[in-house]
């Protein structure tokens, strides 16, 4: 079995390295590497060097105990192999039944945290340039480029981030047919990606405050879909704001392709650019939940902590007779995670008024899975466009 490495990984672990490391032991000799995860997962203390004598059910065994993976053999083995991996935590067990939608919605995001753990154990060394020096290993660079911005040095990756960021650099290229805008849209990895369109049909079709709207602020724009969305609905220019830096490139990137860069400023602030529009327009993360990593962001929002900022800060952005819309399903509600109550009162209190509340079911594929541990909440789910207006 040849166990050749690339000479990088023949080097002393450096404390005062400026990014994580991930050190392990191959024939007596100790190598140290780069540690990538952008889940922020902490490097493996126990790594072993595998290859395609492995089982499956071994590594099942060590992955669980929490010894890492550093692949050395073929690479569509190693895919195999986390394959039969994760067949091996499907089979388990079934969990016992959850008391509650809230209990569900916990059980299962602690299976998930689980399972990413389990199979984030098996390890693919990337070259300097990003390239894969393992038998039968397709060219990842321009994914990893996209992800991690231009190769600066050896490192070491889990082999199912490998295959997140080879699936969002396919979505990037292919895109979202986004039918209410006549377009696709290309998300770049890591940003939330409109593929559950429906709350993109409520922008499209929610009347104006009034026809002569010739300013509008989209409040987290993410890919720039709404704000996109608005422009083609003839507003003359909008301000779209992000706080993360691959949304923000996101956004520019797609909004430049659509040629709407004359009407449509992307910009980088926290919530609110400066200034007043008569339309100011968010769909804030859904879920009040804490993110188990930073790609979470945008779907668990802790502590409503944007859906409260952008409601307090609503009525000192918005111009006299202009309206707020607020995009939020109800599934934290279904799930038990907030209740309209909460919602109500957290309009009420930003000095707030409803003018009005537009509502779509989703067409969720998984809404037609019995077998999902979410499945009552989100039959049940319902998205809003909620119009409001400073009081
Ligand atoms: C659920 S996504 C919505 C993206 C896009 N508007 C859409 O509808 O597809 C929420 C977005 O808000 C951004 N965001 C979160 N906190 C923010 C803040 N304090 N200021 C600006 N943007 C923020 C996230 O980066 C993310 O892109």
């Not at 390239?131 to 600066?152: F, H, K, N, V, W």
């Not at 969002?168 to 292919?174: G, L, M, V």
């Not at 804490?290 to 902590?305: F, G, H, K, L, T």
């Not at 989703?362 to 809003?384: F, G, I, M, Y």
Request: hydrophobic share 45%; aromatic share 6%.
């Amino acid at each position: 079995m040849p166990r050749t490495l690339p000479r990088f990984f023949f080097v002393t672990a450096d404390s005062l390295s400026p990014f994580p490391t991930i050190t392990w032991t191959d024939a007596g000799t100790t190598h140290t590497a780069r540690w990538r995860s952008e889940a922020g997962v902490a490097p493996p203390k126990r790594v072993v060097v595998a290859d395609d004598r492995m089982t499956a059910d071994a590594a099942y065994r060590q992955a669980c105990e929490g010894v890492a993976l550093m692949w050395h053999g073929d690479f569509h083995n190693a895919r195999q192999l986390l394959q039969a991996m994760a067949r091996r935590i499907d089979r388990k067990a079934p969990r016992k039944p959850a008391a509650s939608p809230l209990d569900a919605f916990n059980q299962h995001r602690q299976a998930q945290a689980q399972r990413a753990r389990t199979l984030g154990m098996v390890l693919i060394p990337l070259e300097a340039d990003y390239s894969i020096a393992l038998r039968r290993a397709p060219d990842m660079r321009e994914a990893c480029r996209e992800a991690y911005g231009p190769a600066d040095g050896p490192s070491v990756v889990s082999l199912r981030e490998l295959q997140g960021l080879v699936g969002a650099y396919e979505w990037r290229k292919k895109g979202v047919e986004i039918a209410a805008l006549g377009a696709r849209i290309h998300p770049h990895y890591g940003v939330f990606s409109p593929v559950r369109g429906e709350y993109v049909d409520l922008v499209a079709r929610v009347p104006l405050p009034s026809p002569s709207v010739d300013l509008a602020f989209d409040i987290g724009t993410g890919t720039g879909v709404l704000a996109a969305l608005l422009a083609k609905r003839g507003i003359k220019r909008i301000v779209a704001t992000d706080s993360d830096p691959r949304a923000l490139a996101c956004a520019r990137e797609n909004i430049e392709r659509l040629g709407l860069a004359a009407d449509v400023e992307v910009m980088e602030a926290d919530l609110f650019p400066p200034g007043r529009a008569p339309l100011v327009v968010c769909n804030p993360p859904w879920l009040p939940a804490r993110p188990s990593s930073p790609i979470e962001r945008a779907v668990y929002d802790p502590d409503n902590r944007m859906l409260r900022g952008f409601l307090d800060g609503l009525a000192a952005h918005l111009a006299p007779g202009g309206e707020g819309w607020l995009i939020v399903s109800d599934f934290a509600e279904h799930l038990g995670l907030r209740t309209r109550e909460a919602l109500l009162s957290m309009i009420e209190a930003a000095g707030l008024q409803i003018v009005g509340k537009e509502d779509i079911k989703p067409q969720h594929p998984k809404a037609s899975d019995p077998n999902d541990p979410l499945h009552r909440a989100r039959v049940a789910e319902v998205t809003s466009l909620w119009r409001l207006a400073a009081r």
